[in-house]
């Protein structure tokens, strides 16, 4: 098994970094003129080894999901490492079929760093293989989680379109609006992007900080019940107490209600993404959307568009089919019930009646071009909070996770 285990890590590693090189390769792809973001001579060549890199990751980490599913002997999407994961790889796999439609080059430059950065991120949760709880034993594990994370990268990928209209339509030489939630959107994704660095380089000096403290109901937590901060504390626990020497002291302490390791982290992620977006913008002299923008010079609007809209036409049914039937399903056995209004289950239901309006605005109201491109951008954000913060900071019947 640990042997398994061990290949498996090396093959997703082998997959981030083919990624990570086929999102080089197709930025070659749209170095020369093509009506369709580089399909023509020379930049054809750089856009079939750029997807054929992309699909030797793919399978890399294909790989990585078989060899994990045989030395855990269940379905590998049962904690945020290894369902993130598998969210990225659905990414790759729905932007693959819909480049080999179009053949659209830009599109990998857009949407590759995004499966980039949610691979990234998910290595930031812990990677162990642990027994799944008793709810968790079942096989429509593997039905809804599967089909809910397949339906959710698909609609990443009209935020990935939606993106690449928005810096290609939006005038940068003007402060507006538009131009001000363009540049949010980028921040966040440095934010992300921040916190992968963070935690990589004080994981890789093996930070840990431990605090006793004191939750709500008044317990003294010591010991091996200690709060343990793999960043220097900035937000310390309840009437914290630090227990390990030479580690700092936090700035200030927060109420027993609120977490304060993941509000630490939060604040890590924010400050180190703002460090990094001025520094972008202090060596770059502009607006990250600016920066972007000639990377869009030779696409085609109206394809992106589509593109965009077609992501949604095909990922919401399978959304649909993951996140609520089947969901409804599988609650009726486990808990007796197919609807509690736990808040998994309401952020599920919010992300898919905002697609629904979104179909609806497109095909009943004429909302195409930027008002459809910024509706897939906030789509996303949706998607996002319920990966990152119903996981992390709302307790409810899915905590486990």
């Known amino acids: 098994m640990e042997n398994l285990v061990t290949v498996s890590s090396q093959l997703l590693f082998a997959a981030f970094m083919l990624y990570l090189a086929g999102t080089l390769l197709f930025g070659g792809a749209i170095r020369s003129p093509g009506k369709t973001g580089g399909a023509a001579g020379g930049s054809r060549r750089w856009g079939n080894l ?17 060899t994990r599913w ?45 499966a980039l950065l949610i691979i990234a991120f998910a290595s930031m949760f812990p990677t162990e293989i642990n027994p ?22 698909i609609l990443a990928v009209s935020f990935a379109a939606g993106l690449i209209y928005l810096v290609k339509m939006v005038d940068q030489q003007r402060s507006s609006k538009q131009t001000f939630w363009l540049e949010f959107v980028m921040l966040c994704l440095i934010c992300m992007l921040g916190f992968i660095v963070v935690s990589s380089l004080f994981s890789a000096l093996k930070y840990e900080a431990a605090f006793n403290w004191v939750d709500k109901s008044g317990t003294a937590n010591t010991g091996a019940s200690a709060l343990v901060y793999h960043l220097p504390a900035l937000a310390g626990p309840h009437e914290g107490e630090l227990a390990t020497a030479g580690r700092m002291e936090p700035l200030f302490y927060v109420p027993a209600y609120i977490n304060a390791v993941k509000l630490n982290t939060v604040i890590w992620s924010v400050l180190s993404g703002l460090i990094l977006y001025v520094l972008i913008r202090l060596i770059a002299r502009k607006r990250i959307g600016a920066l972007l923008k000639p990377l869009t010079k030779n696409m085609d609007a109206d394809l992106i568009d589509e593109i965009s809209y077609r992501s949604v036409l095909i990922g919401f049914p399978v959304f649909t089919l993951g996140a609520l039937i089947f969901a409804m399903i599988w609650a009726q056995v486990a ?5 509690g209004w736990d808040p998994k289950e309401v952020w599920a239901l919010i992300t ?50």
């Open 335 to 339: 808990w007796s019930r197919f609807w």
């Open 70 to 114: 045989v030395a855990s002997g269940h379905a590998p999407v049962s904690n945020l490492f290894e369902f993130t994961t598998f969210f990225g790889m659905m990414l790759v796999g729905a932007f693959m079929v819909l480049y080999f439609i179009y053949r659209t080059a830009v599109l990998g430059l857009f949407a590759l760093p995004v």
């Open 132 to 153: 799944l709880v008793p709810s968790l034993r079942s096989y429509w594990l593997q039905i809804h989680v599967t089909t809910a994370a397949a339906g959710e990268a």
């Open 50 to 66: 750029a997807i054929t890199i992309t699909m030797a990751g793919f399978i890399c980490q294909l790989g990585y999901f078989v």
């Open 352 to 401: 898919w009646l905002f697609y629904a309006a979104f179909l609806h605005l497109r095909l009943s109201k004429g909302w195409h071009g930027e008002k459809s491109a910024w509706l897939a951008v906030v789509g996303f954000a949706i998607i996002l909070f319920n990966l990152i913060a119903v996981n992390l900071v709302i307790a409810g019947l899915h905590s486990y996770a």
